[in-house]
């Protein structure tokens, strides 16, 4: 088992930037890919960023646009979202997720979930 809490939403204005946090517990965090998902009010969870057990591979999909940056800290069993230039339509709930296997991860495939942190971006 691997538990998973987010931490770092909040409101912020638009142009702002956070950084959310992941803190895991359980099982070899460092086995793990670790990643974000985030779900809008009314629409269905979709993929963020991911990140290899080692740090050394980093993907983001379509919504990031190089905004915002995903990273680990396997000695303190921590993954981060760096979130620059946030705009409205980043509001959502944002998870952190985990799979021992990269590529399942990417593909939406998830084996552990955090309960999710709210980000809210103001115009």
């Known amino acids: 088992q691997v538990q998973l809490v987010e931490s770092g939403g909040g409101l912020v204005q638009a142009g702002g930037s956070l950084r959310l946090s992941c803190a895991a517990s359980?099982?070899?965090?460092?086995?793990?890919?670790m990643g974000w998902f985030r779900q809008a009010p009314g629409k269905e969870r979709k993929f963020v960023a991911a990140?290899?057990?080692?740090?050394?591979?980093?993907y983001g999909g379509d919504s990031v646009n190089g905004l915002f940056t995903i990273s680990r800290a396997n000695a303190k069993n921590t993954v981060y979202l760096q979130m620059n230039s946030l705009k409205p339509e980043d509001t959502a709930v944002y998870y952190c997720?985990?799979?021992?296997?990269?590529?399942?991860?990417?593909?939406?495939?998830?084996?552990?979930w955090g309960k999710g942190t709210l980000v809210t971006v103001s115009s």
């Open positions: 990140i290899s057990w080692s740090g050394s591979i980093t």
């Open positions: 359980g099982r070899a965090f460092s086995s793990y890919a």
């Open positions: 997720a985990a799979h021992q296997i990269y590529s399942a991860l990417v593909a939406g495939r998830v084996e552990y």
